[in-house]
T-cell receptor, first 114, second 114 residues
Framework: AQSVSQHNHHVILSEAASLELGCNYS??????LFWYVQYPGQHLQLLLK??????LVKGIKGFEAEFIKSKFSFNLRKPSVQWSDTAEYFC????????????FGQGTRLTINP | EADIYQTPRYLVIGTGKKITLECSQT?????MYWYQQDPGMELHLIHY???????EKGDLSSESTVSRIRTEHFPLTLESARPSHTSQYLC?????????????FGAGTRLSVL
């Protein structure tokens, strides 16, 4: 069974700082990769996804992620964070066959201080 | 974006009550999912459905049951609620786009069993 590990449980940054959230997964086959964001009081929203092709994917709100297959990693980055990026971030993977169930990491709570 | 509606948003009930958490989507998606999320933890899949009259158990064992009589409706039922069922329940549906399956989430139902 696949699993997802997010390295940081709580990250605190100041505005304009650069961000990198780590995500590693364990599965030997082909996967689809996702980052979801949950702003306070809101539902989970898709931030970005990787299905195939260019391993560097860009998402909404200036976020990007890089898929490194050899490292089983899909780290999320943003060059300059804003106070409005305060949220919970979840990395997830799905196997491409069957029900395409999502397996989530534990989440990283990001706090941006103004 | 798909519209996933979950009701109620919050529910506080006593032990032993039967409850049904509602989930509806208006996009005609065949695949639907229920996840359970404890505070500060990852989401765990508890049920999913490929379509009408299809229901499957997820990765996390749950005493809840689901039904799928109509494409747009995927309710979750607890016959006799217990304090151990206190959690957040998230419903999702998915569509195939751009070479992969994307899941869209509802706002969730936060359940407290006293």
């Amino acid at each position: 069974a696949q699993s997802v590990s997010q390295h940081n449980h709580h990250v605190i940054l100041s505005e304009a700082a650069s961000l990198e959230l780590g995500c590693n997964y364990s599965y030997g086959g082909t996967v689809n990769l996702f980052w979801y964001v949950q702003y306070p009081g809101q539902h989970l929203q898709l931030l970005l996804k990787y299905f195939s092709g260019d391993p560097l994917v860009k998402g909404i709100k200036g976020f990007e992620a890089e898929f490194i297959k050899s490292k089983f990693s899909f780290n999320l980055r943003k060059p300059s964070v804003q106070w409005s990026d305060t949220a919970e971030y979840f990395c997830a993977v799905s196997v491409i066959q069957g029900a395409q169930k999502l397996v989530f990491g534990q989440g990283t709570r990001l706090t941006i201080n103004p | 974006e798909a519209d996933i509606y979950q009701t109620p948003r919050y529910l506080v009930i006593g032990t032993g009550k039967k409850i049904t958490l509602e989930c509806s989507q208006t996009m005609g998606h065949d695949k639907m999912y229920w996840y359970q999320q404890d505070p500060g933890m990852e989401l765990h899949l508890i049920h999913y459905s490929y379509g009408v009259n299809s229901t499957e158990k997820g990765d996390l064992s749950s005493e809840s049951t689901v039904s799928r009589i109509r494409t747009e409706h995927f309710p979750l039922t607890l016959e006799s609620a217990r304090p151990s069922h206190t959690s957040q329940y998230l419903c999702a549906s998915s569509e195939y786009r751009q070479g992969g399956s994307i899941q869209y989430f509802g706002a969730g139902t936060r359940l407290s069993v006293l």
